[in-house]
């Protein structure tokens, strides 16, 4: 009898122990393959790396004392980096900006000194432009950074050459809402999500306060899509193409 009642218990324990070690293997093979937060640092990186699209978010002008600070208190609660192209003599008037800008983890890159069409000025003073915006950044970041974006986007062939001859690099960009004009929180978001595509660099301005208000809804519609924010230099070291691109609304 004792025989009889031990083996069906036995079989029962270890059709429950199967069952439970299914159950587990199968949760745990799922979170990790659908959430890539349950996998060890180095292993989501690469996950990353391999399955989302890359979006670099650009802020022209400025820095500004109090919209800059408001700027990166957005990407810090969103935890996310970005890259400001700034005006050198605004930079050397709120330096600490420059500072707080590359101490959390973005990039800063050159938008010439005094902010003129490059086009419609010597060789002497372009020259004057981007070096002296180079050194101030340099002074206040400790990196120095060729990657520049002309005023306007004006450029030309003496430009390029001028460029080329200094080792300066012109970063463009592909997605443009115009929301350095006078148009609505609504209208630069859409603009943006619509035209938003992989390895994009979206170019957008500081001190603006329509931009403030429409960029957490930007950052999350494009978290959603499974983009991952990164610095010019990161999307930059890919190869990407950053020609220009003209756009019409
Ligand atoms: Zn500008």
Redesign the pocket.
Known sequence: MKGHFFLPRYQLLTSVLFLLLAVCFQTVSEESLLNPSSLPAEIRTSFETITSKKIALTF??GPYPELSEKLLKILAEEKIKATF?I?GEMGSRSPHLLQLFNSQGHEVAG??YT?PNLTKVSLTRIKEELEKTRVLIREFTGKDTYLF?P??GNYNENLKNICSALGYQPIFWTIFPQD?LDISVEEIYQRVVKNVHPDGIVIL?SGRENTLNALPKIIQALKKENYHFVTISELNTKGVNLARKNFSY
Do not use: A, I, K, S
């Open positions: 022209d002008d192209f005006v938008h010439t902010h974006r005023p306007g350095h301005h």
